[in-house]
């Protein structure tokens, strides 16, 4: 039996041949290492994502997310729900505070629920938890360390944390306007973090890059131009929307501003997995637009 | 939908702010708010935001309801959740912010070339086909929706990103045929008018 076991809600982004597969690819690689066994949510639905409001509105966002979590509930019993996207996370995590303090919502939400296949009822049983949550918070750092065979040294990071694995829930222990656990697991995979990085909090513009590009490319302009300036060559994040809003836009921003951006822009399993002695490929390094070279060399290395 | 806005306006006389308690998600919030302006410096568009949260629930206990519900402000929020954190009187701003904008497009006061307001129905209209999202049939729709021109003019500014993206395995060029989906679509389908029902009842909307 595996080490830990979790009901594991993947998200739309981590699809095949979605925009964050390689996140993807890098989770199950590092899980394996870790001897974390995921369960896949059968037939698991979008959790409407923060910007499903407007059309979504109340219940039938919170009717998403509950038949998420009532599967999980039915078929993964006894285990916690791990989210590896901010955004799902935090979506799902609502509804469940939203249904566990008002009763009526909650009859209402069932009454939809069942309406839908596998005769589903939603209960409120299981925790929701993001991946690094889980991390840090069952397995320690200690235990994250102990894999390391293939220290990442001489590589100077920052960790970019973002909104929604931040706020309005976060991670125990930490603060919403400083956390400090991205600069640990950089530490732990022997790179150095860059422990000033004073945008590592700023919003990206999440959603709106898409709708209100100028302004969501000036905040994300913010937050690549911090990391140069305190001689990061790399910037790591947790959040899949992260990731691509600030990797995919750095040529726009070129264009608009004049700048020469061309920073790689990874996620923690990434850097854990290549620390842990696995292939780039495992590492899903072939899934970056900007290319992360450095990583991949050291993938290439033996261990 | 301008039926849909007198029969609010009829029903709640000019009381906006028992409006909103009764309509818009944590309305019941609003009266809490000690005008302190914390939230005021917290939004990262900030200066897109014509009335910034504080003003905005000022607004509405002066009962301003048109200037309100037809603002661009709300539709600038971007989920960031720095102003619930920080809050002293913890009121779930994002949510009422989410909660206003929500209701104001469906009285159809919403402005209506909003890219945000545009962007958010297609992108739910996306996931509510099919259960999840499928990425490219979402942007080609984004492209597109100010018509064929601007949407291949748009294409053409976007397309280093796809070609990126392509290349890359993060979005699949068949995806417009080849994306599934989820199996129990017709019970998620069953399952969202539903709650639309119960949704439209509770917060009086005439179907
Ligand atoms: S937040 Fe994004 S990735 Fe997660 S389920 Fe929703 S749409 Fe899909
Ligand atoms: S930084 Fe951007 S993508 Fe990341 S959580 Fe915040 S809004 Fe979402
Ligand atoms: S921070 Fe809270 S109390 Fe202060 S103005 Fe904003 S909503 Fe009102
Ligand atoms: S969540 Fe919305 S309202 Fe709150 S600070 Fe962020 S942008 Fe402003």
Not at chain 1, 51 to 60: N, R, T
Not at chain 1, 211 to 226: F, G, L, N, R
Not at chain 2, 131 to 138: H, I, S
Not at chain 2, 163 to 191: E, Q, W, Y
């Amino acid at each position: 039996m595996a080490r830990k076991e979790y009901s594991f809600y993947p998200g739309c982004s981590s699809e095949r041949r979605a925009s964050a597969s390689n996140y993807m690819v890098s989770v199950e690689s590092m899980c394996k290492k870790l001897d974390i066994k995921l369960n896949e949510i059968p037939d698991w639905n979008c959790c409407g994502a923060s910007i499903g409001y407007a059309q979504g509105g109340e219940l039938p966002r919170h009717v998403m997310n509950a038949r998420n979590l009532a599967i999980s509930e039915q078929v993964n019993k006894g285990q916690d729900v791990v989210a590896t996207c901010a955004a799902c996370w935090l979506g799902a995590k609502e509804t469940k505070d939203r249904l566990a303090h008002d009763s009526g919502l909650l009859a209402e939400a069932n009454e939809a629920l069942r309406e839908a296949g596998m005769n589903l009822t939603y209960k409120g049983e299981q925790e929701v938890r993001h991946m690094v949550e889980v991390l840090i918070e069952d397995l320690g750092y200690d235990e994250l360390k102990k894999p390391v065979v293939r220290p990442l040294e001489g590589m100077k990071i920052a960790g970019y944390v973002g909104c929604q694995t931040n706020r309005p829930f976060g991670i125990a222990g930490e603060s919403f306007e400083n956390p400090k656990y991205l600069d640990h697991l950089v530490e732990i995979v022997g790179a150095e973090p860059v422990t000033g990085y004073d945008q590592k909090v700023t919003c990206c513009g999440g959603a709106l890059a898409f709708s209100e590009p100028e302004k969501s490319q000036a905040q994300i302009k913010k937050i690549v131009e911090s990391a140069y300036d305190y001689g990061a060559e790399m910037i790591v994040t947790p959040c899949p929307v992260c990731q691509m809003n600030v990797e995919i836009y750095q040529g726009q921003i070129n264009k608009r501003y004049g700048t020469k951006f061309n920073m790689p822009v990874t996620y923690y399993s990434q850097l854990m997995t290549v620390a842990y002695g696995g292939s780039a490929k495992e590492a899903g390094l072939n899934g970056q637009i900007v290319r992360a070279s450095r990583l991949e060399e050291i993938a290439a290395k033996n261990r | 939908m301008g039926d849909q806005n007198t029969s609010m306006v009829q029903k709640y006389r000019n009381d906006f702010l028992k409006e909103v308690e009764a309509n818009v998600e944590e309305g019941a919030w609003v009266k809490m708010c000690m005008q302190c302006g914390v939230c005021a410096g917290s939004c990262p568009l900030g200066p897109a935001w014509e009335h910034p949260p504080q003003e905005i629930f000022m607004m509405i206990r002066a009962g301003r309801r048109e200037e309100v519900l037809k603002s661009e402000s709300m539709w600038m929020c971007t989920s960031c959740y720095n102003c619930i954190v920080r809050c002293p009187r913890e009121l779930p701003i994002t949510h009422i912010m989410h909660g206003l904008a929500n209701y104001a497009h469906r009285l159809g006061l919403a402005p209506k070339m909003n890219p945000t307001r545009r962007f958010a129905k297609i992108f739910w209209d996306n996931i509510a086909k099919s259960g999840r999202v499928n990425e490219l049939e979402l942007s080609v729709r984004l492209y597109f929706m100010d018509g064929f021109k601007a949407g291949v003019l748009k294409g053409l500014a976007m397309k280093d990103i796809g070609i990126g993206m392509m290349k890359t395995g993060r979005l699949n060029p068949f995806g417009l045929f080849a994306h599934k989906g989820c199996k129990d679509i017709k019970g998620i389908h069953k399952m969202l008018k539903k709650a639309y029902e119960i949704e439209d009842r509770k917060k009086g909307f005439v179907a």
